[in-house]
C-alpha cells in the first residue's frame, strides 16, 4: 500500500526529489487525482503508462506553474497567454505545439502538448517547487473511474505506487476542458470539463466548436488521441436516462440502482441514489464519481442513471455518464 501523505513543507520537499529522480506520486487536483511524474524523464512517464496499463497512444496533460512557464514546454500564442491569464489557475488544458525537450512518450508521439495549471493549493505548491514540468494523467486504472479521494488512489494503484500526496477531496471532481489552441484562428474544445465552454465563449466575444460525442470514428479519434468511446467505467452495466419518474422509481427490482441529479420528493429505498440535494450542476459533478464507485461496489446488476441539462457543466456530466454507459 502507498503511504498517504499530508501536504506539509517538508513533505513537499520530499514528493519533489522524489518526482526529481523518477518516482510516481498520487496527486490532488481541483478536478480529479491525477498520477504525476517528471514531464522530462522518459522513463518515469513509460512508468505512469505501465501502472495504469494505460495505451501509449494516449498523451499526457503536462503541469506548469502558471502562464510564465508556458513558453517552457509549447510554443504559446496570444491567444494561449491571453485564456492563461483569465482562466489559470483553473481547469483548462490547452494543446500546443509542442518543444522539443518533451519526451515523446508523454505526447504519444504527436507535435502537440496538453498543458495545464492546476488551482489545487497543495498541488500548486507542488509544481512551484520542481523546476520541471510534471505529467499526471487521473490516477486510475485506464477506463475506470476517476479518482476524487487520496482513498480512490490508494484503492485503485496503491499496490503500485509509493506516495500520494492528500489533498481532500477534488472541488470540480470532472477532468479539465482541454481547448485545441494550435490554429489561433479556430480554438475548438476537445473535451468538455470542468471549466463550461460557456465562459470560453463569453471571454471570447465568439462561439467556439465543440465536440460530438465520440463515436469508434477514427478520423476524431485522431484529433483527441485517448478519447474513447467507453472510459470512465463503472464495472456494473449503466443505462442512461432522460429522467425517471417516480413509479418507475417505485418499481425499480433489488438489484437495480437508480442514480438521479437530485434528491427526490418522498421516501424510496436503498437502491435510489442521488448526486446533489436540489439539483446544483457544479455539486452533481463533484459527487459524481465518489457516488459511481459506492453505487459500482454495491453489487447490483444495472445501474439507471439520469441526465444531466446539456448546459454548462451539464455537457461534462453527461458526456461522462455517456462513456459509462458506453458497452
Ligand atoms: P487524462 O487521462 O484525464 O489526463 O486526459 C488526457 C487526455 O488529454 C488524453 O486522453 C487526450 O484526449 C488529451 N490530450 C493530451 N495531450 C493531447 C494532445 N497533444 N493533443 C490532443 N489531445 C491531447
Ligand atoms: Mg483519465
Not at 500564442?77 to 494543446?95: D, E, Q
Not at 441514489?273 to 463533484?286: D, P, Q, Y
Given at each position: 500500500m502507498?503511504n498517504?501523505?499530508?501536504?506539509?513543507e517538508?513533505n513537499?520537499?520530499?514528493?519533489r526529489?522524489?518526482l526529481l529522480?523518477g518516482?510516481?506520486v498520487?496527486v490532488?487536483?481541483e478536478?480529479?487525482y491525477g498520477?504525476?511524474?517528471?514531464?522530462?524523464?522518459?522513463?518515469a512517464?513509460?512508468?505512469i503508462?505501465?501502472?495504469?496499463q494505460r495505451?501509449?497512444n494516449?498523451?499526457?496533460?503536462?503541469?506548469?506553474?502558471?502562464?510564465d512557464?508556458l513558453e517552457d514546454?509549447?510554443?504559446a500564442?496570444p491567444?494561449?497567454l491571453?485564456l492563461?491569464?483569465r482562466?489559470?489557475?483553473?481547469?483548462?488544458?490547452f494543446?500546443l505545439?509542442?518543444?522539443?525537450?518533451i519526451?515523446?512518450?508523454v505526447?504519444?508521439?504527436?507535435d502537440?502538448?496538453?498543458?495545464r495549471c492546476?488551482?489545487?493549493p497543495?498541488?500548486?505548491?507542488?509544481?512551484?517547487?520542481c523546476?520541471f514540468p510534471?505529467?499526471a494523467?487521473?490516477a486510475?486504472?485506464?477506463a475506470?473511474?476517476?479518482p476524487?479521494?487520496?482513498?480512490?488512489?490508494?484503492?485503485?494503484?496503491?499496490s503500485?505506487?509509493?506516495?500520494?500526496l492528500?489533498?481532500g477531496?477534488c472541488s470540480?471532481?470532472?477532468e479539465s476542458?482541454?481547448?485545441?489552441?494550435?490554429?489561433?484562428?479556430?480554438?475548438?474544445?476537445?473535451?468538455y470539463?470542468?471549466?463550461p465552454?460557456?465562459?470560453?465563449?463569453?471571454?471570447l466575444g465568439?462561439?467556439i466548436e465543440k465536440?460530438?460525442?465520440?463515436?469508434a470514428d477514427e478520423s476524431?479519434?485522431?484529433l483527441?488521441?485517448?478519447a474513447?468511446?467507453?472510459?470512465?467505467?463503472?464495472r456494473t452495466?449503466l443505462?442512461?436516462?432522460?429522467g425517471?419518474?417516480?413509479?418507475e422509481?417505485?418499481?425499480l427490482?433489488?438489484?437495480?440502482?437508480?442514480?438521479l441529479?437530485a434528491?427526490?420528493?418522498g421516501?424510496?429505498?436503498?437502491?435510489?441514489?442521488w448526486l446533489s440535494e436540489n439539483?446544483?450542476?457544479s455539486?452533481i459533478a463533484?459527487?459524481?464519481?465518489?457516488k459511481?464507485?459506492?453505487?459500482?461496489e454495491?453489487g447490483y446488476?444495472?445501474?439507471?442513471?439520469?441526465?444531466?441539462?446539456e448546459?454548462?457543466?451539464?455537457?461534462a456530466?453527461?458526456d461522462?455518464?455517456?462513456r459509462?454507459?458506453f458497452?
Amino acid at each position: 500500500m502507498a503511504n498517504i501523505l499530508q501536504p506539509t513543507e517538508e513533505n513537499l520537499r520530499e514528493l519533489r526529489k522524489f518526482l526529481l529522480f523518477g518516482g510516481l506520486v498520487g496527486v490532488p487536483t481541483e478536478t480529479v487525482y491525477g498520477l504525476a511524474a517528471n514531464a522530462f524523464d522518459p522513463e518515469a512517464c513509460a512508468k505512469i503508462f505501465e501502472v495504469k496499463q494505460r495505451p501509449a497512444n494516449d498523451p499526457l496533460i503536462c503541469h506548469v506553474s502558471g502562464a510564465d512557464a508556458l513558453e517552457d514546454i509549447c510554443h504559446a500564442n496570444p491567444l494561449a497567454l491571453r485564456l492563461a491569464k483569465r482562466f489559470w489557475p483553473g481547469p483548462l488544458t490547452f494543446v500546443l505545439p509542442k518543444k522539443s525537450k518533451i519526451p515523446n512518450i508523454v505526447t504519444a508521439g504527436l507535435d502537440s502538448v496538453a498543458v495545464r495549471c492546476s488551482a489545487h493549493p497543495d498541488f500548486h505548491r507542488l509544481v512551484e517547487q520542481c523546476d520541471f514540468p510534471i505529467a499526471a494523467p487521473s490516477a486510475n486504472p485506464f477506463a475506470y473511474i476517476s479518482p476524487t479521494t487520496a482513498q480512490h488512489v490508494q484503492a485503485g494503484l496503491g499496490s503500485k505506487i509509493t506516495f500520494i500526496l492528500d489533498g481532500g477531496s477534488c472541488s470540480f471532481g470532472v477532468e479539465s476542458t482541454i481547448l485545441d489552441l494550435r490554429d489561433e484562428t479556430n480554438p475548438r474544445i476537445l473535451r468538455y470539463g470542468a471549466l463550461p465552454a460557456e465562459d470560453i465563449e463569453v471571454e471570447l466575444g465568439r462561439s467556439i466548436e465543440k465536440p460530438t460525442f465520440i463515436t469508434a470514428d477514427e478520423s476524431v479519434q485522431h484529433l483527441a488521441p485517448g478519447a474513447l468511446p467507453k472510459h470512465y467505467s463503472p464495472r456494473t452495466p449503466l443505462e442512461l436516462r432522460g429522467g425517471i419518474s417516480n413509479a418507475e422509481l417505485a418499481s425499480l427490482k433489488n438489484d437495480q440502482a437508480a442514480l438521479l441529479l437530485a434528491r427526490p420528493e418522498g421516501s424510496f429505498p436503498g437502491n435510489v441514489h442521488w448526486l446533489s440535494e436540489n439539483g446544483k450542476l457544479s455539486e452533481i459533478a463533484s459527487n459524481l464519481y465518489a457516488k459511481l464507485r459506492e453505487i459500482d461496489e454495491s453489487g447490483y446488476a444495472t445501474i439507471f442513471a439520469e441526465e444531466a441539462p446539456e448546459l454548462g457543466l451539464g455537457l461534462a456530466i453527461n458526456d461522462r455518464l455517456r462513456r459509462a454507459s458506453f458497452r
